[in-house]
Structures are given as structure tokens and as C-alpha cells.
């Protein structure tokens, strides 16, 4: 079964400084992964995914098999990243789409 | 809005009744899903659809049940409502594989 993990609940950092946000996975076989956020009042969206190799707003994501990883990264946290974020796995062959719990980020001015 | 539209927003029921809720999309997505939202969880996967009539479970199916009669609705049903199901309610849509989901404004159920 596939199953997506994000260790931090809650994460907070100042403007400027670097931001990570964890996710790894489990799933035998070759993953479709993606990192999606919730703004406040907004739907769920799309941030970036795995296969497009893209940095959206800032942020970007290194699938990593051998630690079945694919943490969300940006340099420098600006107060507009506050948000919800959900890490989701989509397995190759299958269309079921499992999230984690989710990561609050938090950035303080 | 990418043309889905969840309905009810907002509902309360009371312990025992029988509610559905409608995701509808006007983009022939062939992929449609259902999940739960709450705190210290994220998103679980309750059922999905891969066509007209084909639907399989998600990881907290228990106390669901969904059809999907059309392309473009997928209906989701708790049979005898129960405290454990208030949360709030997602559908997504995709044409599949690694493509884009795109999600309903949500659904916040309270069963009381």
C-alpha cells in the first residue's frame, strides 16, 4: 500500500530565512509525487510536481528514491508562503491519491 | 473554479440519518475523488472513480458508499450518519496519472 509521511505538523520560520518542509513515502513501485497548498480560504492547489523538474514561486522539490523522498524546498520564506501544504503520492498504474497529514508553515515577519 | 462544485457547503444532520453530498464538474474528467479533511490527519482517501459506474475504495471507506451514474457526478453517501464522520468533505478531479488534480470548495458536515 502506498502510504505519505510528513513528519512536522507545524513549521515556522522568519522572512528570509531558508525553508524545508518533509515529506517521504512509501510505495513499491515508481512514484508520481506532488507537493499541493492550501492558502487561507482557497482551495487546494497544485504547487509543483515531481516529473515537471519545475520551481513554482520559488519552491522547489527533489524526488530521491534511495531515501524515498521528496522534500519541499525555498531559499528564502516570504509571509505570502503561510499556508497549508500536502505532500501527495500518486502510484504508476493506479489513479488512487494518497496525501499526508499536511504541514502547516507559518512566516513571521 | 475548474469546474467543480461540491453541494452542500455547509450541513448539519443528526446521529442515524442518511446524508449525500454531490461533486459535479463540467470538465469530463475521467478520475473523481473523495476525501476526508481533519486536524492531525490531512487528506484520507474515502472512495474514488476511474469511469461511469467504476468506483473502488479508499483507505477510510468504512461507512461510505458512492456512485457515479455520469461523468460529470459522483455522489457520495453516508448511510447512517455517526459523530466520527463530522468533518469536512473534499472532491478532486484529474484526467489521471500524473496529472494536476484540481478540488471542490469542500463540504463542512457536522453530524450531531
Known amino acids: 500500500a502506498q502510504r505519505v509521511t510528513q513528519p512536522e505538523k507545524l513549521l515556522s520560520v522568519f522572512k528570509g530565512a531558508p525553508v524545508e518542509l518533509k515529506c517521504n513515502y512509501s510505495?513499491?513501485?515508481?512514484?508520481?509525487l506532488f507537493w499541493y497548498v492550501q492558502y487561507s480560504r482557497q482551495r487546494l492547489q497544485l504547487l509543483l510536481r515531481?516529473?515537471s523538474r519545475e520551481s513554482i514561486k520559488g519552491f522547489t522539490a527533489d524526488l530521491n528514491k534511495g531515501e524515498t523522498s521528496f522534500h519541499l524546498k525555498k531559499p528564502f520564506a516570504q509571509e505570502e508562503d503561510s499556508a497549508m501544504y500536502y505532500c501527495?503520492?500518486?502510484?504508476?498504474?493506479?489513479?488512487?491519491?494518497?496525501f499526508g497529514a499536511g504541514t502547516r508553515l507559518t512566516v513571521k515577519p | 473554479d475548474a469546474g467543480i462544485t461540491q453541494s452542500p457547503r455547509h450541513k448539519v444532520t443528526e446521529t442515524g440519518t442518511p446524508v449525500t453530498l454531490r461533486c459535479h464538474q463540467t470538465?469530463?474528467?475521467?478520475?473523481m475523488y473523495w476525501y476526508r479533511q481533519d486536524p492531525g490527519h490531512g487528506l484520507r482517501l474515502i472512495h474514488y472513480?476511474?469511469?461511469?459506474?467504476?468506483?473502488d475504495k479508499g483507505e477510510v471507506s468504512d461507512g461510505y458508499s458512492v456512485s457515479r451514474s455520469k461523468t460529470e457526478d459522483f455522489l457520495l453517501t453516508l448511510e447512517s450518519a455517526t459523530s466520527s464522520q463530522t468533518s469536512v468533505y473534499f472532491c478532486?478531479?484529474?484526467?489521471?496519472?500524473?496529472?494536476?488534480?484540481?478540488f471542490g470548495q469542500g463540504t463542512r458536515l457536522t453530524v450531531v
Open positions: 478532486a478531479i484529474r484526467t489521471g496519472g500524473n496529472t494536476e488534480a484540481f
Open positions: 510505495y513499491s513501485g515508481s512514484p508520481e
Open positions: 515531481h516529473i
Open positions: 501527495a503520492l500518486s502510484g504508476s498504474g493506479n489513479n488512487d491519491m494518497r
Open positions: 470538465e469530463n474528467h475521467r478520475y
Open positions: 472513480s476511474y469511469g461511469v459506474k467504476d468506483t
